[in-house]
């Protein structure tokens, strides 16, 4: 076997491979007899088949069956030979095939970039420094007995929380315009589903009325042919109703999963989920900060195979969380490009930290990990137990630590500023990219 590889651009290669025409051509002799003894054709005995016959009527095709293996067998041959680590499976082309000539084809495909990191001290990372307080379980608190409320039809005026049924028709100078009307619409006063002004015109309504109120579309609205003008909305009123909140008894605390016996215990269960929901935030904002400024400070070519892949993989998952009733090939590429390119070089940038100061995952800190996944569920001894006896569960538990590991890595280096921030905020800042 003959190999030369050929660099054509940093993370492209051009290998061309020769095999000796023998080799092939017993390769495709063998096949022809294993074919003729088992091959059936009218006219002829089964094994009686003459060779001639045979290598007329599928020569061609075994010649073909036989030449891709070989490509695929020799092109990795020649990837250990030459130590290459190829980013994705080639492009294999055959230049020559003909029976008595050497076999000779071009593999084509891409490697790992190689990377030099940047500056790690011109990363900037801004850390959320925030608490759970009082005032904040008291809103999450009223926001769970709202999800299981039930609702009353009122005649008093409407206020903020109430829901209110309205028919709705916009306009700009007269005219109508498109998406601006609609009918029997269910909105929640001081929700801040529709634009400033909207729903504040409303409070005070009542069942029955027509009201006209005039609102502005803000400048960065996402329609530009609205964004920035006036508008006027005539609202007829059908329905008023004021969400019933039920009592804060242990029936209700099992809704949510948690055994208390009292609105203090209650509070407690909630506080530290909220804390652990705190603690994730602050975690994917420094983060989100650290791929950020290593994206920023590190030039990176990134091979299309492994984008393609990671493509996939996003389409695949959006076609699961929608209930998979199409094929992930429909999707289109394009919506997932960016970030499946986001993903691809944060992993290969995490990987060559973790290569050139030889990082490792902790094992303390996996099992103390383990330990915080388990304490979410109601037997927390047995989720242990799982991780710790299925490796797969285990490694991604152990990637997630090693990513951690990386994290902290930049931050030594980084200039991290922290920034105090109320809960809903350092929550709202920790919202993972996409």
Same mark, same amino acid.
């Given at each position: 076997?003959q ?7 940093n993370i492209?290669r051009r290998?061309?491979i020769g ?11 063998k096949r ?5 003894r088992?091959?059936r ?5 089964p094994g009686?088949v003459?060779?001639s016959?045979v290598k007329?009527r ?12 070989a490509m ?12 290459i680590?190829?980013a ?23 490697v ?10 011109k ?30 039809e ?8 109430d829901?209110?049924?309205i ?7 007269g ?6 009307s609609a009918?029997?619409?269910?909105l ?5 589903q ?8 409303i409070?005070?309504?009542?069942a029955?009325?027509?009201?006209e109120?005039?609102?502005?579309f ?28 039920? $009592?804060?008894? #242990? /029936?209700?605390?099992?809704?949510f999963?948690?055994?208390? &016996?009292?609105? !203090?215990? =209650? ?5 530290k ?8 935030a ?28 990671e493509?996939d993989?996003?389409r695949?998952?959006?076609v ?10 429909q999707?289109p590429k394009e919506i ?6 986001r993903?691809?070089k ?10 050139k ?6 094992e303390?800190?996996?099992? $103390?990990?383990? #330990? /915080? ?5 109601e037997?927390?001894? &047995?989720?242990? !137990?799982? =991780?710790?006896s ?11 630590v090693?990513?951690?590991a990386?994290?902290?890595?930049v ?9 105090k921030?109320?809960?809903?905020e350092a929550?709202?800042?920790?919202q993972?990219q996409?």
């Amino acid at each position: 076997m003959q190999v030369s590889v050929e660099t054509t651009s940093n993370i492209e290669r051009r290998m061309t491979i020769g095999v000796p025409a023998q080799e092939i051509d017993q390769a495709v002799q063998k096949r022809l007899q294993e074919t003729a003894r088992t091959v059936r054709l009218n006219g002829f005995r089964p094994g009686k088949v003459p060779m001639s016959v045979v290598k007329r009527r599928f020569g061609d095709s075994i010649r073909q069956e036989v030449v891709g293996e070989a490509m695929r067998d020799n092109y990795i041959k020649a990837l250990q030979e030459q130590d290459i680590n190829p980013a994705g499976w080639p492009k294999l082309e055959p230049k020559t095939m003909e029976e008595g000539k050497d076999l000779e084809f071009v593999a084509t495909f891409e490697v790992l970039p190689e990377i030099e990191l940047g500056d790690l001290s011109k990363i900037n990372v801004e850390k959320p420094v925030s608490e759970v307080a009082d005032k904040d379980i008291d809103n999450m608190i009223d926001n769970l007995r709202r999800q299981q409320a039930t609702m009353k039809e009122v005649k008093r005026k409407s206020k903020n929380k109430d829901i209110v049924t309205i028919d709705f028709k916009g306009s700009i100078d007269g005219e109508e315009f498109e998406g601006g009307s609609a009918e029997g619409h269910r909105l929640t006063l001081g929700s801040g589903q529709m634009i400033p002004g909207f729903e504040k015109g409303i409070v005070g309504g009542k069942a029955g009325e027509e009201l006209e109120i005039d609102v502005t579309f803000p400048e960065d609205y996402h329609n530009e042919d609205l964004a920035g003008k006036d508008a006027k909305f005539a609202i007829t009123i059908h329905k008023v109703e004021e969400p019933q909140l039920p $009592e804060l008894d #242990q /029936e209700f605390f099992k809704r949510f999963g948690i055994e208390a &016996e009292d609105e !203090a215990a =209650f509070r407690e269960e909630v506080k530290k989920n909220m804390e652990r929901e705190l603690k994730q935030a602050v975690s994917n904002k420094v983060k989100n900060d650290v791929v950020d400024g290593l994206l920023e400070t590190t030039e990176l070519e990134v091979p299309a195979a492994l984008v393609d892949q990671e493509i996939d993989r996003l389409r695949q998952d959006a076609v699961q969380r929608f209930g998979g009733q199409v094929d992930f090939q429909q999707l289109p590429k394009e919506i997932f490009e960016e970030q499946a390119k986001r993903r691809v070089k944060t992993g290969l940038l995490f990987q060559e930290v973790v290569k050139k100061n030889d990082l490792k995952a902790d094992e303390a800190k996996v099992e $103390e990990k383990i #330990q /915080e996944i388990a304490s979410t569920y109601e037997q927390p001894d &047995e989720v242990v !137990a799982h =991780f710790n006896s299925n490796p797969d569960q285990k490694a991604q538990v152990e990637s997630s630590v090693l990513e951690d590991a990386v994290v902290e890595f930049v931050l030594g280096a980084a200039k991290v500023k922290e920034k105090k921030m109320k809960y809903e905020e350092a929550v709202q800042a920790g919202q993972p990219q996409r």
